[in-house]
């Protein structure tokens, strides 16, 4: 982090101020992971950031309990699943950034500005390349036909990241598709759920299964020590709904005291300058198209990304959450 710190101390270059303001976030990472990421804009600002820590439902519950005396400017958030249950609880207040507008492509910003990716990952098929081709592989919904019966892995339903996986099903196809898509997956998996994305790539690279379904950054740690790690992944249904992705994300509370400096704020994390370090550090995607990739995520080469409105996604998760039960989805 200290190298990520440097790196923004020289890339970032803000309008000082001298006042000694503060912005207060809530976020489900801990303060001493974003140190390096916020100094420079406080260098460059005068403006403080002080994190509060929490898991994702705590924050949530804590910003509607606080209500008008809360001192959350903003809230960071992992998953569009959370971010979907703020925004309906009328947490947030729309974003007001023409830079934040500029810098960040429509789909990734909730339609009515409540809240924006800031990083994006993709939930990708992994495949152990010694027992599958790529051109063996395609679709979402492809790893529910007969071929692949018995050699998926599955992670839990209880995942937000599977959540926000049907989610999308539910958006492209509608419930009913949606569900028996789900149900084909569950028949192909032979084994128990497993409860991480890193245990799952862990049984494709031991051939327990041949396929899983994963997010893209949790490979990357894997080739990183390994060069010759035997998994792969696929992007799937490139030529249809393109693939899914879900990311890190942030919106400004409804009764947020500092609402000029928490504008600011996401400004600064939706810069280029900015995204591309951060990014790369969290082994994710910038949702800033002018920021480079790491030299891993771009060694996996450029695919397509699912357009539909990341909010759409988000008021889905219910649904979604109904359709892995009827599933039968552990």
């Known amino acids: 982090m200290k190298f990520l710190m440097l790196k923004l101390l020289v890339l970032v270059s803000l309008s000082a101020s001298l006042s000694a303001r503060e912005v207060v976030i809530y976020s489900v990472y801990p303060g001493d992971r974003l140190e390096a990421v916020f100094k420079p804009f406080t260098a460059a600002t005068g403006i403080n950031v002080k994190v509060v820590e929490g898991k994702s439902l705590d924050l949530i519950n804590k910003i509607e309990a606080e209500g008008e005396q809360t001192q959350a400017d903003l809230h960071l958030d992992k998953d569009l699943v959370f971010h979907g249950i703020a925004n309906r609880k009328g947490l947030y207040r729309a974003i007001e950034s023409e830079k934040v507008f500029n810098q960040v492509p429509p789909h990734f910003i909730e339609s009515n500005n409540k809240w924006t990716t800031l990083f994006y990952r993709s939930r990708l098929i992994m495949f152990n390349t010694n027992a599958v081709k790529k051109s063996e592989l395609s679709t979402y919904e492809d ?156 060694g996996f080469g450029d695919f397509k990304v699912d357009s539909t409105n990341i909010g759409v996604i988000s008021n889905l998760t219910d649904i979604a959450t109904e359709v892995m039960k009827e599933a039968n989805w552990q």
């Open 143 to 298: 790893l529910g036909s007969e071929k692949w019966l018995g050699r998926l892995c599955m992670r839990t339903s209880k995942s937000n990241y599977n959540q926000a996986l049907v989610a999308y099903l539910v958006a492209h196809f509608g419930k009913e598709k949606a569900t028996q898509i789900a149900k084909s997956w569950v028949k192909n998996t032979d084994m128990p759920v497993f409860t991480s994305d890193r245990a799952i790539i862990s049984a494709v690279a031991e051939g327990k299964c041949d396929v899983g379904i994963a997010n893209s950054y949790y490979l990357v740690p894997f080739i990183e020590k390994d060069p010759n790690f035997p998994v792969r992944l696929f992007f799937p249904s490139q030529d249809t709904a393109k693939a899914h992705i879900n990311g890190v994300g942030i919106g400004i509370t409804k009764y947020a005291k500092n609402v000029t400096e928490a504008n600011m704020v996401i400004e600064y994390l939706t810069s280029a300058q900015v995204q591309a370090p951060v990014a790369d550090a969290f082994d994710q995607y910038p949702v800033n198209t002018q920021a480079p990739l790491g030299t891993i995520l771009s």
